[in-house]
């Protein structure tokens, strides 16, 4: 059983930066491949960045590569979203998940088995 806890959300101008960061419970996340998604009101949650365990690997999605990076830290079991250059169309909760089990691409929300609880973006124009 996995824990995530996202902090770091809030209110920002369009331009500026946000940094999000998801903790994990367990000794096993190192094993972990780790995924950042978002989600509006009405909307399906998209897929944002995933990394793999070892941090050897990232995926973004192509509306924020470039301007997002994820990172992660197996040492103090930490996931991070460092996200510049934000617009409002970046508005949504952000959740942290976690992939147990390689199965899907990491592009995919069936891969992920564990999720946080969100934390909310808010990018004014």
């Known amino acids: 059983q996995v824990q995530l806890v996202e902090s770091g959300g809030g209110l920002v101008q369009a331009g500026g930066s946000l940094s999000l960061s998801c903790a994990a419970s367990?000794?096993?996340?190192?094993?972990?491949?780790m995924g950042w998604f978002r989600q509006t009101p009405g909307k399906e949650r998209e897929f944002v960045a995933a990394?793999?365990?070892?941090?050897?690997?990232?995926y973004y999605a192509s509306s924020v590569k470039g301007r997002f990076t994820i990172s992660r830290d197996n040492a103090k079991n930490t996931v991070h979203l460092e996200m510049n250059s934000l617009k409002p169309e970046d508005t949504a909760v952000y959740y942290c998940a976690a992939d147990s089990e390689p199965s899907y691409s990491l592009r995919n929300i069936r891969a992920y088995d564990y999720w946080g609880q969100g934390t909310q973006v808010t990018v004014s124009s």
């Open positions: 367990g000794r096993t996340f190192s094993t972990y491949a």
């Open positions: 990394i793999t365990w070892s941090g050897g690997y990232t």
